[in-house]
């Protein structure tokens, strides 16, 4: 567990770095407790424990779901700051953006080991299974709870910026 924290606080670190804000990482990292819902789901209907390969899964999935939050996140940056479009505009284009390459991850691609298939790989499986939970669990949290966490952290930013130069002119 410790690992686990001071990864995702090295990650935040770097996110703050990359954004040059506080703000969009904190948005990318609500994803990440959320993505543990399909990972306990997916294990609970597979019978599988959590061990040391489910664990190194859900260290994975951790990356993966920050990645997708990260693109998503960024995306909708360079339409609203390249692009002009109107906020709420942004978050949807944004999400049809992304849609594709989120749903293109690892899920297809670890269904065979998942499995458990051939020579050892049912000490393979738990690590698969917690990813492909996880993942679908996350495809769904990043394409509608993170734009809507951007959302209102945007809106919520707006409107304190604009409160804050009226009580100065």
Do not use: W
Not at 38 to 52: D, H, K, M
Not at 114 to 123: K, N, P, Q
Request: aromatic share 8%.
């Amino acid at each position: 567990m410790f690992a686990f924290s001071l990864a995702l606080a090295l990650v935040y670190m770097v996110m703050a770095c990359q954004f040059e804000s506080l703000r969009d990482p904190l948005v990318v990292m609500f994803s990440v407790p959320l993505a543990a819902i399909g990972v306990v789901l997916a294990l609970f209907l597979t019978r599988t424990t959590f061990n040391l390969q489910s664990f190194i899964g859900v260290i994975m999935l951790a990356g993966i779901v920050v990645n997708n939050a990260i693109l998503l996140v960024d995306t909708a940056n360079l339409l609203r700051n390249e692009e002009g479009m109107p906020l709420e505009k942004a978050v949807r284009e944004a999400g049809k953006r992304r849609l594709r390459p989120i749903l293109m991850t690892t899920v297809l691609g670890l269904f065979p080991l998942a499995l458990g298939l051939g020579d050892g790989g049912e000490t393979q499986a738990p690590m698969a299974r917690a990813v492909i939970g996880g993942l679908t669990s996350s495809t769904v949290i990043t394409l509608f709870f993170v734009p809507a966490v951007y959302l209102v952290a945007e809106t919520l930013c707006s409107k304190k910026k604009t409160q804050t130069g009226e009580e100065r002119s």
